[in-house]
């Protein structure tokens, strides 16, 4: 394989890094190598790495406290099966703040814009700052690339994008960005020209979100200016009255800190079911008669059903319905609770799909498309 055709994905999450590598195919990017560290900054860490037809070639348990330590680990292990250089590495970026809303090649003033923007996504844009100054002096004399999450929902109309608050926050970039694009871009890759005029698409995961397409463009979404919005996910809280957070700053949080800590780390399904943000396990404690559990994926469930149900009569219809992410692709219990009852509102078994996301082929895919518009 040569040099020349590679692109090295990078996907950072909230516990994990993913990566893929990737030559051009006639009409696809084509795996060369995948892989990811998980379990990072927790004492069940692993790491693996799979070859193109999906083998494994690396399969271990491995700790790892930082997302840099995984990176370096991940650099490691691509380099022992595969002796060359990608032409370019892509970076997820989570939020690219208001005036970064494409993807784009990563030169210093990009990383200056990007740090200026940390207040809108304080949890993540350091962490993406400091993995892409790593991955530049691991791959070096390459082309960086980000590719920014919310770009996809650019597409979003005024009525969708504009929160009810005075005109010069919106100037100063408050506004509803939306996020997990990169997953929903390469669902719309995948269906292609197959894809309906109507879709609603649910990602969930840890992280979760909706969002309702026209024509294959995003028109709304559930997460807001920051991936702490919408409905509740795993310790994330979703959407909540403005006056809950007044009445938490004036009686028991003292500082933005504390309170980024408890709506970010400490509610949603965690905070329901006291202590426990994964499905699966919730699914088990539920069918045990756990009543906090029970409530805790009511709670999460309905509120996929009350955005389906308003993103149905939002576009007058829905001709698709897809799951996708860890929960979306595994969890029956989930998908089923979520559709119950909406027959009468057009979802049946023929309009739901389950399928798999593929951020980091769509990273690489936005890579090649950029490598393509390099500067002559």
């Known amino acids: 394989m040569e040099n020349r055709d590679l692109i090295l994905a990078l996907n950072s999450g909230s516990s994990s890094l993913k990566f893929g590598l990737y030559a051009r195919g006639e009409s696809d990017e084509v795996p060369v190598l995948t892989g990811s560290a998980t379990g990072i900054g927790r004492d069940d860490g692993a790491l693996q790495i799979r070859d193109a037809e999906g083998a494994p070639l690396v399969q ?7 997302q840099l330590q ?6 490691s292990e691509i380099r022992n099966h595969f002796h060359g250089t990608p032409i370019a590495v892509g970076h997820r970026v989570v939020h690219g703040g208001p005036h970064l809303l494409s993807h784009q090649r990563i030169t210093p003033p990009v ?3 990007l740090e200026a923007a940390t207040h809108f996504a304080p949890l993540h844009i350091p962490q993406s700052l400091a993995l892409i100054a790593l991955a530049q002096s691991i791959f070096t004399d390459v082309e960086h690339f980000a590719c920014f999450d919310d770009a996809f929902h650019q597409t979003l109309p005024e009525v969708a994008y504009h929160l009810a608050l005075p005109r010069r926050y919106l100037d100063a970039g408050v506004r509803r960005y939306g996020f997990h694009g990169l997953s929903y871009a390469s669902l719309v890759h995948h269906f292609g020209a197959s894809l309906p005029a109507r879709a609603i698409f649910a990602h969930l995961g840890n992280g979760a979100s909706l969002c309702a397409l026209r024509d294959g463009q995003s028109i709304d979404t559930t997460m807001g200016m920051t991936p702490t919005g919408g409905i509740p ?3 994330r809280s979703g959407d909540l009255d403005p006056g809950v957070l007044l009445f938490l700053l004036r009686n028991e949080i003292t500082n933005t800190d504390e309170l980024e800590e408890v709506l970010n780390h400490a509610s949603g399904l965690f905070a329901l079911s006291d202590g426990e ?5 919730l699914e088990e404690r539920a069918r045990a008669n756990d009543a906090n559990a029970a ?6 469930t309905t509120s996929i059903r009350k955005m389906i149900g308003a993103y149905i009569a939002l576009m007058g ?15 029956e219990y989930v998908r089923s609770a979520a559709t119950r009852g909406l027959e009468a509102l057009g979802v049946s078994p023929a309009t739901i799909q389950t399928v798999t996301a593929d951020e980091e082929r769509q990273i690489a895919r936005h890579c090649r498309a950029m490598t393509h518009q390099r500067p002559r």
């Open 111 to 113: 990383l200056e814009q």
């Open 60 to 66: 271990r348990e491995c700790i790892h406290e930082s």
């Open 233 to 235: 996910m795993g310790t």
């Open 277 to 281: 943000s994964d499905v699966k396990t």
């Open 70 to 75: 995984a990176l370096t680990a991940l650099a």
């Open 295 to 300: 409530l805790a994926l009511d709670i999460f």
């Open 317 to 331: 219809s829905v001709d698709l319905l897809v799951f996708t992410g860890g929960i979306g692709e595994h969890s």
